[in-house]
Protein backbone atom coordinates (compact mmCIF):
# COMPACT_ATOMS: atom_id res chain seq x y z
CA UNK A 1 0.00 0.00 0.00
CA UNK A 2 1.24 3.52 -1.07
CA UNK A 3 1.09 6.10 1.80
CA UNK A 4 -1.16 9.22 0.87
CA UNK A 5 1.79 12.15 0.09
CA UNK A 6 0.85 15.35 2.54
CA UNK A 7 -0.84 18.37 0.68
CA UNK A 8 2.19 20.71 -0.05
CA UNK A 9 2.86 23.84 1.50
CA UNK A 10 1.16 26.77 -0.07
CA UNK A 11 3.25 29.99 -0.63
CA UNK A 12 2.91 32.64 0.83
CA UNK A 13 1.52 34.93 -2.19
CA UNK A 14 -1.45 32.32 -1.98
CA UNK A 15 -2.27 32.65 1.57
CA UNK A 16 -5.44 34.49 2.42
CA UNK A 17 -4.82 38.07 4.17
CA UNK A 18 -6.92 39.11 7.14
CA UNK A 19 -8.22 42.44 8.04
CA UNK A 20 -4.95 43.39 9.63
CA UNK A 21 -2.87 42.69 7.40
CA UNK A 22 -4.64 44.98 4.67
CA UNK A 23 -4.87 47.48 7.20
CA UNK A 24 -1.04 47.23 7.89
CA UNK A 25 -0.59 47.75 3.68
CA UNK A 26 -3.16 50.89 3.81
CA UNK A 27 -0.93 52.32 6.41
CA UNK A 28 2.15 52.08 4.48
CA UNK A 29 0.60 53.33 1.08
CA UNK A 30 -0.26 56.13 3.54
CA UNK A 31 3.23 56.55 4.50
CA UNK A 32 4.79 57.02 1.07
CA UNK A 33 2.02 58.95 0.02
CA UNK A 34 3.06 61.47 2.73
CA UNK A 35 6.61 61.05 1.72
CA UNK A 36 5.79 61.75 -2.00
CA UNK A 37 6.70 58.91 -3.67
CA UNK A 38 2.87 57.90 -4.84
CA UNK A 39 0.50 60.32 -6.79
CA UNK A 40 -2.55 61.34 -5.32
CA UNK A 41 -4.52 58.94 -7.80
CA UNK A 42 -1.88 56.10 -7.46
CA UNK A 43 -2.53 56.01 -4.19
CA UNK A 44 -6.01 56.06 -4.15
CA UNK A 45 -5.63 53.34 -6.81
CA UNK A 46 -3.24 50.86 -3.99
CA UNK A 47 -6.05 51.73 -1.34
CA UNK A 48 -9.00 50.65 -3.14
CA UNK A 49 -6.64 47.88 -4.52
CA UNK A 50 -5.22 46.71 -0.50
CA UNK A 51 -8.64 47.00 1.08
CA UNK A 52 -10.15 44.70 -1.56
CA UNK A 53 -6.62 42.28 -1.47
CA UNK A 54 -7.71 38.95 -0.49
CA UNK A 55 -3.99 37.15 -0.79
CA UNK A 56 -1.25 37.98 0.50
CA UNK A 57 0.44 38.29 -2.98
CA UNK A 58 -2.25 40.99 -4.15
CA UNK A 59 -1.02 42.67 -1.17
CA UNK A 60 2.42 42.30 -1.88
CA UNK A 61 1.88 43.67 -5.48
CA UNK A 62 1.06 47.20 -4.13
CA UNK A 63 4.27 47.84 -2.39
CA UNK A 64 6.10 45.65 -4.50
CA UNK A 65 7.67 48.81 -6.38
CA UNK A 66 8.34 51.05 -2.85
CA UNK A 67 10.93 50.78 -0.62
CA UNK A 68 11.18 48.37 2.72
CA UNK A 69 9.71 51.79 5.06
CA UNK A 70 11.22 51.20 8.30
CA UNK A 71 9.44 52.51 11.48
CA UNK A 72 11.34 54.55 13.92
CA UNK A 73 12.14 53.20 17.35
CA UNK A 74 10.25 54.08 20.09
CA UNK A 75 11.68 56.49 22.12
CA UNK A 76 13.55 55.00 25.23
CA UNK A 77 11.76 55.23 28.19
CA UNK A 78 13.48 57.73 30.96
CA UNK A 79 15.48 54.83 33.09
CA UNK A 80 15.26 54.79 36.79
CA UNK A 81 19.16 56.00 36.79
CA UNK A 82 18.28 58.65 35.51
CA UNK A 83 15.28 59.78 37.69
CA UNK A 84 17.60 58.69 40.76
CA UNK A 85 20.09 61.31 39.07
CA UNK A 86 17.44 63.99 38.75
CA UNK A 87 16.95 63.00 42.58
CA UNK A 88 20.44 63.66 43.27
CA UNK A 89 21.11 66.55 41.57
CA UNK A 90 18.63 68.33 43.41
CA UNK A 91 19.53 67.27 46.69
CA UNK A 92 22.93 68.10 46.20
CA UNK A 93 21.83 71.59 45.13
CA UNK A 94 19.98 71.98 48.44
CA UNK A 95 22.70 70.99 50.42
CA UNK A 96 25.02 73.44 48.82
CA UNK A 97 22.47 76.61 48.83
CA UNK A 98 21.99 75.74 52.55
CA UNK A 99 25.63 75.38 53.15
CA UNK A 100 26.28 78.63 51.39
CA UNK A 101 23.55 80.21 53.22
CA UNK A 102 24.74 78.75 56.38
CA UNK A 103 28.34 80.30 55.78
CA UNK A 104 26.45 83.61 54.85
CA UNK A 105 25.18 83.87 57.95
CA UNK A 106 27.98 83.13 59.83
CA UNK A 107 29.79 85.93 58.08
CA UNK A 108 27.55 88.35 58.85
CA UNK A 109 28.12 87.46 62.53
CA UNK A 110 31.88 87.65 62.47
CA UNK A 111 32.52 90.87 60.62
CA UNK A 112 29.56 92.29 63.20
CA UNK A 113 31.83 91.91 66.00
CA UNK A 114 31.57 88.41 67.12
CA UNK A 115 29.69 89.60 70.12
CA UNK A 116 26.71 88.42 72.52
CA UNK A 117 25.99 84.85 71.51
CA UNK A 118 25.98 82.61 68.43
CA UNK A 119 22.88 83.89 66.90
CA UNK A 120 23.59 82.26 63.39
CA UNK A 121 23.40 78.20 65.54
CA UNK A 122 19.00 78.74 64.96
CA UNK A 123 18.90 79.09 61.39
CA UNK A 124 21.22 76.24 61.36
CA UNK A 125 19.48 74.15 63.64
CA UNK A 126 16.21 74.80 61.99
CA UNK A 127 17.18 74.84 58.50
CA UNK A 128 19.27 72.03 58.85
CA UNK A 129 16.29 70.10 59.88
CA UNK A 130 14.27 71.38 56.77
CA UNK A 131 16.86 70.15 54.84
CA UNK A 132 17.29 66.69 56.42
CA UNK A 133 13.19 66.12 56.30
CA UNK A 134 13.83 67.16 52.59
CA UNK A 135 16.76 64.49 51.82
CA UNK A 136 15.24 61.92 53.72
CA UNK A 137 11.89 62.62 52.19
CA UNK A 138 9.71 62.90 55.26
CA UNK A 139 6.85 64.78 55.32
CA UNK A 140 6.36 67.84 57.82
CA UNK A 141 3.49 66.99 60.58
CA UNK A 142 0.01 67.62 59.57
CA UNK A 143 0.48 68.24 55.44
CA UNK A 144 -0.80 65.17 54.34
CA UNK A 145 -3.39 64.96 56.44
CA UNK A 146 -4.43 68.52 54.80
CA UNK A 147 -3.99 67.36 51.23
CA UNK A 148 -6.37 64.50 52.32
CA UNK A 149 -8.66 67.26 53.04
CA UNK A 150 -8.27 69.03 49.97
CA UNK A 151 -8.75 66.43 47.92
CA UNK A 152 -12.12 65.27 49.57
CA UNK A 153 -13.24 68.71 49.21
CA UNK A 154 -12.15 68.86 45.62
CA UNK A 155 -14.14 65.30 44.89
CA UNK A 156 -16.58 66.37 46.91
CA UNK A 157 -17.10 69.79 44.66
CA UNK A 158 -16.84 67.75 41.48
CA UNK A 159 -19.55 65.63 42.29
CA UNK A 160 -21.96 68.02 42.70
CA UNK A 161 -21.75 69.97 39.46
CA UNK A 162 -23.69 68.97 36.74
CA UNK A 163 -22.19 67.03 33.64
CA UNK A 164 -21.27 69.31 31.08
CA UNK A 165 -22.59 68.87 27.53
CA UNK A 166 -20.02 68.32 24.64
Excluded: C
Excluded at 36 to 42: I, Q, S
Excluded at 81 to 86: F, G, K, R
Amino acid sequence: MDKPTPPTEPTRAALRASDMDRERVAALLRDHFSDGRLTLEEFQERLESAYAGKTFGELDALTSDLPVHRTPAAPPAIAPSSDEAVRRRRIRDRILTYVILMLFLIAIWAVSGREGSFWPIWPILVGGLILAFDVLGLERPGRRGRHRRMDRHQRRENSDRPPRDG
